[in-house]
């Protein structure tokens, strides 16, 4: 980084489910191309490190990944490739099993590697893989938001309970943001998010904030077919109107606070690993 620049302020917003299969990775992609299209500087962290899915869904190929930065091979500018609309991706590896679970000398890696990179960042997405790991609770914690994705499902709803309630029993996380894909129509949606925050209200007691919903558009099985964004693709779709003005509500909400640099989040996360492993 130059000399006398400091970084910029940035939002680290990690995305995760309890469940695979709600959409959650396309709910990255999407938000990070429309965050761009209103001119923001966005770079997705793919943090299913072991197993991954933005660029397989966005039809990327990257020649590098995350564990040629980890193994000294590559910088991070090496690494991050532009993806549709100009956001940038810092893609994970595909079947490396110890990617899944990082050392203290590879985060501590990863730390320096950020705090080189000088590119301005607005937005710093974090798509972590589905379920309990770990891996999801260390990126969940160091992040200043955490995104919860469900969807109608039964199934999906119960696995984004358990998960809220691990990062609060665990790691004491209170604040989510829900996040409801593939709803029939609005009040659809606001009776997933009733149930789920009943339960956490009954069980957990801590209040959940509901983000939006995204409807079930036929426009987002074509998109993902064709390995595209609907919000690129099929711009006039309604999953791409919501999607925009879910976009549009992280920009403008006032009630997060805006703090940290890309090194700051690193940082939380090399403690909250040494946190999890005292535990």
């Not at 919000?231 to 779709?237: A, E, H, L, N, Q």
């Amino acid at each position: 980084m130059p000399e006398g620049r400091t970084k910029k302020y940035i939002r680290t917003i990690t995305v995760t489910s309890g469940k695979g299969g709600v959409g959650k990775t396309n709910m990255v992609a999407n938000l990070a191309i429309a965050l761009r299209k209103a001119g923001k500087e966005v770079l997705v962290l793919d943090a299913d490190l072991g197993l991954s899915n933005i660029d397989v869904l966005l039809d990327l190929a990257p020649k590098f990944n995350i564990q040629h930065v980890l193994q000294g091979e590559k910088s991070l500018r090496d690494v991050i490739v532009e993806g549709p609309c100009g956001i940038r991706i810092l893609p994970a590896s595909s079947g490396v099993q110890e990617m899944t679970e990082l050392d203290e000398f590879q985060r501590m890696r990863l730390i320096e590697e950020f705090d080189a990179y000088d590119e301005d960042i607005d937005f710093l997405l974090i798509d972590t893989g589905a379920g309990i790991s770990a891996n999801v609770a260390f990126f969940c914690s160091a992040s200043q938001e955490i995104i919860v994705v469900t969807s109608p499902e039964p199934t999906a709803l119960t696995d984004a309970y358990a998960l809220i309630k691990v990062l609060f029993t665990r790691y004491q996380e209170k604040d989510f943001r829900v996040l409801v894909n593939s709803a029939r129509d609005a009040s659809d949606a606001l009776e997933v998010f009733r149930r789920l925050s009943l339960a956490a209200e009954r069980f957990l007691n801590i209040s959940l904030d509901y983000l939006g919903f995204i409807p079930r558009d036929e426009s987002v099985a074509r998109a993902v077919l064709a390995q595209r964004a609907v919000i690129d693709i099929y711009p006039g779709s309604s999953a791409s109107a919501k999607i925009t003005e879910i976009a549009s509500r992280l920009m403008h909400d006032r009630g997060h606070k805006v703090k940290g640099t890309l090194q700051l989040f690193l940082g939380n996360l090399l403690r909250k690993e040494r946190d999890i492993l005292v535990r």
